[in-house]
């Protein structure tokens, strides 16, 4: 029991980092950012690059923190550059821009870091290993899910007990109202499209010793992250970490009772939430 | 409107006689004619009813998947059984999937379709000892009413006449009142409503005929390349493509679709021999047109045309 | 013999009570406004009556048969049209389709799709003439100015040759001089094909003119209801111009 428990918390973090984010990013821009998936690769990528400077500890712990800001930096690029140009065409256009990301960003992948999969365990062999009720688990394991746990909280603060929380949950319900009251919304816009990158390049940083990287991780992530994103209803935080909590213990238990149909018991969870709630745990109305 | 007629005449007659010049070019062209009717029939969705499917992958891999699946579990090998097998089971896939996405629109529509889509690309390639998993499975030994179809120039035949038939019919199907109907869905569903249409019901017709002519393209390329796997028929990235394809050519007007998949084919082919980086190339292209020329190829020949009178 | 018949029909939008317990009845070919400041509660009985929003509490009938749980688009089909304060039209469509569908929804043809939409003359030739009743252009509807669009949205709605139509302000947006001749109109087609209507109204003089009954509500209640009179009420009068 207790390693699938493990498992399954360590597959939900990453879930509702990667998740977060495209929650945000929709709740204020009402766009699904395709191109999620590939700023969680990027996050490993980058991660991995910063490892290869010098062996010490600490540089590992802090690479996921840098690969998130870069991944947050290249996220307000592309916000900046590309996707603000068709706001209010439409979602069609928005989300294909999102989509063509995914496949610039497979050749950068490519040419900045090959073709074949990466992987750095380094540091979980560094910080060795604890005993819990018979089971020895990796330090590093325990440290994931804690840090994901603090960075969920330190996202509820900040959404809901900062200014700036404030203004981007204005922003969110209603952007003519929120602008008329001298709130600058592309600023938001930028800041928002930040945080939801940075939340998938800091999850992907964090996965490194775990997984590691393989083109092809980058889609995966995405179809798992809109499952969670639709389990737990569009735009909705709260949601997202239920989601992610229920996916991620079903697919660990899964992996080691049907291993054959893992995946598949995913979808089915979802076809049902569908059926019963449409809009999902914690949906609100559909606009 | 003679001169159009003229256009399409002679775009069949060298249709019909690309298997002249030569084996790899008429595997291209069997292989845009393919991406054709699925571009096509994802418009039926996308240009006419307003939906953005990115799950249509899940159609394709289904007829590719039923010819590949009778072959290998029972050896049926007679193109005459195995195709409307194909779309009876891309008919019955739309039902079921379409009973759960229809009730939705925009992008929830979408992530649907996505999920959907990627629920079956799960199973195909989990089932291993059904499926065949990752290998796929291989095709060969198909007849047509007793005969052997094994060169590329039969099948391309095969293909051309599915393409025809599918263009006509799709055509009748969206001029009809119900085409006229779901364009109506398409521009104002509370309207449409109001004019005593039940919205979910042709929303699932819409779906279906989508679903179906997508099948039917899966069947033949599963007959044409001889091998299938999930990553090929079934991936996010095969939906992607038919996407990208009617975007390119052009979602407001009927022939687009086919248009862009031909361009995109032959892109595909040109620059992934010349460069290894298609990717940047594909992803380039959708952002270009998306910021660029919104319409597709043929949307803006038809804009300007109509501007120019 | 009254056509529509309402008991008690309520809606809540949280605290506010947009629509609190109105009965109503409306009779075979009567024309009857519905007039009041905004946001007393008239379009939401629009929305009730036509099925686009479902009540709290309370019994719809058309013509003896109750429907209050009816959706929409079978609410149509027994006969009840309804116009839309913004026009709700197909963009992309020419104006001639966008009767097309209507009439083609009507006669049960919406859903076949062996036969092209041009080979359906008498179809086309009963759009055409609502077109020319309306003096509506053959365009495309994207590039039809907005008083046309009114007008069409109203005769996509009479296409449907319903029993009832409800119009919610129909004549909205449509300059003064020619209010009086676009009413006419839609009056006169009301009267020929003997259909009820029930209409939200602003203009007073138009609710004068061709009312056979008007209702007068306030706060989601009919305050009060007569014929054209009652629009010399003091009371009525204080609500009405207190918008």
Known sequence: ?287 | MRDFRIVYLAIAIILFCIPFTGEYPTYLTGLALLFGISALALNVLLGYTGLLSFGNALFFGAGAYTVGLLIKHYDIAAIEILFPASIATSFAVAVAVGFICVRHTRIYFTMLTIALASLFYALAHKLRPITGGDDGIRIYDTYLFGREIASVTEFYYLILVFFFASILVLRIILKSPFGLTLQAIRDSEMRARFAGISITKYRLGSFIVSGVFTGMAGALYALFLGQISPDDVLGLTRSGEFVAMTILGGFTSFTGPVVGAFVFTYLKAFVSSALIYWYMVAGIIIIGVVLFVPLGIMGEIERRLLWRR | MEILKTEGLKKYFGEVHAVDGVSLEIKDGEFVSVVGPNGSGKTTLVNLISGALLPDSGIIYFEGRDITKLPAHQRVKLGIGRSFQIPMVYEFLSSLDNILVSILSRNGYSNIFHRTVDKFEEERKEAMELLNTFSIPLKLVAELPHGHRKLLDVAMALALQPRLVLLDEPTAGISLEERDQVMGTIVEVLKDRKIAAVIVEHDMDIVAEYSDRILVMHDGKIMKEGGKEILEDEEVRRILIGD
């Not at chain 1, 204020?28 to 500890?57: E, W």
């Not at chain 1, 073709?115 to 330090?139: C, E, H, N, Q, R």
């Not at chain 1, 960075?151 to 008329?180: C, N």
């Open chain 1, 1 to 287: 029991m207790i390693p699938q428990i493990i498992n399954g918390l360590i597959f939900a973090s990453i879930l509702f980092l990667v998740a977060a984010g495209l929650t945000i990013i929709f709740g204020i821009l009402r766009v699904v950012n395709f191109s999620h998936g590939s700023f969680y690769l990027l996050g490993i990528y980058i991660a991995y690059s910063i490892t290869r400077f010098s062996q010490d500890p600490v540089l590992y712990l802090a690479s996921p923190f840098i690969a998130g800001a870069l991944a947050g930096a290249v996220g307000m690029a592309f916000e900046r550059g590309l996707l603000s140009r068709v706001y209010g065409r439409g979602e069609l256009f928005e989300l294909l821009l999102t989509y063509g990301m995914i496949f610039v960003f497979i050749d950068v992948f490519r040419i900045g870091w090959g073709t074949m999969p990466i992987s750095d365990p380094t540091i979980t062999f560094k910080l060795g290993t604890v005993s819990i009720a018979g089971y020895l688990m990796p330090l590093y394991n325990l440290y994931l899910i804690t840090i994901a746990a603090i960075l969920a909280l330190v996202l509820w603060y900040l959404l809901f007990k900062t200014r700036v929380g404030m203004i981007i949950r204005a922003t969110s319900f209603d952007k003519e109202v929120t602008s008329s009251f001298g709130v600058n919304v592309n600023r938001v816009y930028v800041l928002t499209f930040f945080l939801g990158c940075f939340l998938a390049g800091f999850g992907g940083g964090l996965m490194l010793p775990v997984t590691g990287a393989w083109i092809g991780l980058d889609i995966d992530m995405l179809i798992l992250g809109l499952v969670v994103v639709v389990v737990g209803g569009l735009g909705s935080i709260k949601g997202a970490l239920v989601a992610s909590l229920l996916i991620g213990l079903v697919r660990s238990f899964g992996i080691s009772m049907f291993p054959a149909i893992e995946l598949a018991i995913v979808y089915v969870i979802m076809i049902a939430v569908l059926i019963v709630k449409p809009s999902g745990l914690f949906g609100g109305v559909e606009h």
